[in-house]
Structure formats: structure tokens, C-alpha cells
């Protein structure tokens, strides 16, 4: 049985799609899924931003086949770690929750790298380019401590 990630913040075009397609480049697929969603619907069906895709494709990734979808409380069962990327997706996911085994899977992702900071992915989409570099080397940092934790299980 595979076990199943999902990537979350606000429009599902910037941080998360870089966040699904860095851990995806680290982890067997056989073995454990990535995906992704927004807390809003702003950006259903559509691609990520082309920063995300500009940024990712430095980094030797392609995530022009992403489609950004909204976040639901179906996701709770379907996934098994929910990593937001800011206090603001934090809530808006733990809002939805019916039971505290669900807001048990949810984390924000940089308590990865900080623990107990909570410290926000910041959302690069209203900045410039040197944005998206900087949210990859998080989200990069983060990921690798995330698909070590998943070689353990």
C-alpha cells in the first residue's frame, strides 16, 4: 500500500506544485504518491504559475502536467501527510477536519527545517523572480528531510 502525501497552499500554482514536484524527484513512486492542492479555487484545472514551472525546470524538474484542484475534506482519507505551506493554509485545513486523527496528518512543511517554529512558506506569487528561488531552497530543504523520514517507514 502506497503511502500518500499531499502539498497544500492557497492557489495550488506556485508553492505546492513546487513542493509536490521536488518530493516526487526524491521518493520511489511505487512506494509513496505526491500530490498537491489549493485552499482556495482560484486556479482549478489550471497549470502552475510559469515562475513555478520556470524555477523547477532550473532545478531539472517538469511540472507542466500539474493541475491545480481544491483541497476537500475527502483528502483527509485519502492522504496521509498533509504538508501546508503557511499558518494561513494551516487553519483553513484543520477548519475542515472532523476528527483529531485528521488534524493529526497536518504540518506545516517548514517545521521540517524549523521545528516548533511554524515559520510560513512565504507566497512568492505578488514578488519577482527572486522569489521562486528562494521558496524552491525551502521547499528543497524541507523535502529532503520528508523523503528521509519516508525511507524509515
Same mark, same amino acid.
Given at each position: 500500500?502506497?503511502?500518500?502525501? !499531499?502539498?497544500?497552499?492557497?492557489? $495550488? #500554482? ?8 521536488? !518530493? %516526487?524527484?526524491?521518493? $520511489?513512486?511505487d512506494?509513496?504518491?505526491? *500530490?498537491?492542492?489549493?485552499t482556495?479555487?482560484?486556479? #482549478? &484545472?489550471?497549470?502552475p504559475d %510559469?515562475r513555478? @514551472?520556470? /524555477?523547477?525546470r532550473? +532545478? =531539472?524538474?517538469?511540472?507542466?502536467? *500539474?493541475?491545480?484542484? *481544491? ?5 483527509? &482519507?485519502?492522504? &496521509?501527510?498533509? +504538508?501546508?505551506?503557511? $499558518? ?5 485545513v /484543520?477548519?475542515l477536519a ?10 506545516? /512543511?517548514? =517545521?521540517? @527545517?524549523?521545528?516548533?517554529e $511554524?515559520?510560513d ?7 519577482g523572480?527572486?522569489?521562486?528561488e =528562494?521558496? +524552491?531552497q ?6 529532503? @528531510? @520528508?523523503?528521509?523520514? !519516508?525511507? *524509515? %517507514?
Open positions: 500500500m502506497k503511502t500518500r502525501v !499531499l502539498m497544500v497552499c492557497l492557489g $495550488n #500554482i506556485c508553492r505546492s506544485p513546487l513542493a509536490e514536484g521536488i !518530493l %516526487k524527484s526524491k521518493v $520511489n513512486s512506494e509513496i504518491e505526491v *500530490q498537491s492542492a489549493g482556495g479555487d482560484y486556479h #482549478i &484545472d489550471e497549470k %510559469k513555478s @514551472i520556470a /524555477i523547477a532550473k +532545478y =531539472n524538474l517538469d511540472i507542466t502536467d *500539474q493541475r491545480g484542484r *481544491q483541497f476537500k475534506a475527502s483528502d483527509f &482519507d485519502a492522504f &496521509d501527510h498533509i +504538508y501546508v505551506m503557511d $499558518n494561513s493554509n494551516y487553519k483553513d /484543520i477548519s472532523k476528527a483529531e486523527e485528521e488534524k493529526e496528518k497536518v504540518k506545516l /512543511i517548514l =517545521n521540517e @527545517i524549523f521545528p516548533g $511554524n515559520v512558506v512565504p507566497d512568492p506569487y505578488f514578488g523572480d527572486h522569489g521562486f =528562494n521558496v +524552491y525551502m521547499l528543497e530543504e524541507a523535502c529532503e @528531510i @520528508i523523503a528521509e523520514k !519516508l525511507r *524509515q %517507514k
